[in-house]
């Protein structure tokens, strides 16, 4: 069974940074695509950034470009989510992601299969 365990999350001020680790089992982790999406109260679901399987492609939404970075270690079985110069408006619950599909790169959350429980991020003015 694959399972996905996001931790990380915290309360810092803006400006501040935190990085976010998602584990994963259950499945071949280096042939997956992998996510991190967020969510705030009384909103949709957001795609924040991306990383192909192999590592060498990653993609990010215009509002974390420049800040975020994604990254993944398959030895580890584990994608990182570093986030810097962070803003309160950056508050939100934040998931990681696997891909529905092998060798397959997505920003759309209906396109990935597996999440995990999600870890708070709050970030105070």
């Known amino acids: 069974q694959v399972q996905l365990v996001d ?6 001020q803006a400006g501040g ?3 976010l680790s998602c584990a994963a089992s259950g499945r071949t982790f280096s042939s997956y695509a992998m996510g991190w999406f967020r969510q705030a109260p009384g909103k949709e ?3 924040v950034a991306g990383i192909s399987w192999s590592g060498g492609t990653t993609y990010y939404a215009d509002s974390v470009k420049g800040r975020f970075t994604i990254s993944r270690d398959n030895g580890k079985n584990t994608v990182y989510l ?3 110069s962070l ?3 950056d508050t939100a619950v934040y998931y990681c992601a696997t891909a529905g599909k092998i060798y397959s ?3 759309f959350p209906k396109d990935y299969a597996y999440w995990g429980q999600g870890t708070q991020v709050t970030v105070s003015s």
């Open 7 to 12: 931790s990380g999350g915290g309360l810092v």
């Open 17 to 19: 940074s935190l990085r």
């Open 45 to 47: 679901r957001d795609f």
């Open 82 to 84: 570093q986030m810097n």
């Open 87 to 89: 803003k309160p408006e």
């Open 105 to 107: 790169d997505s920003i």
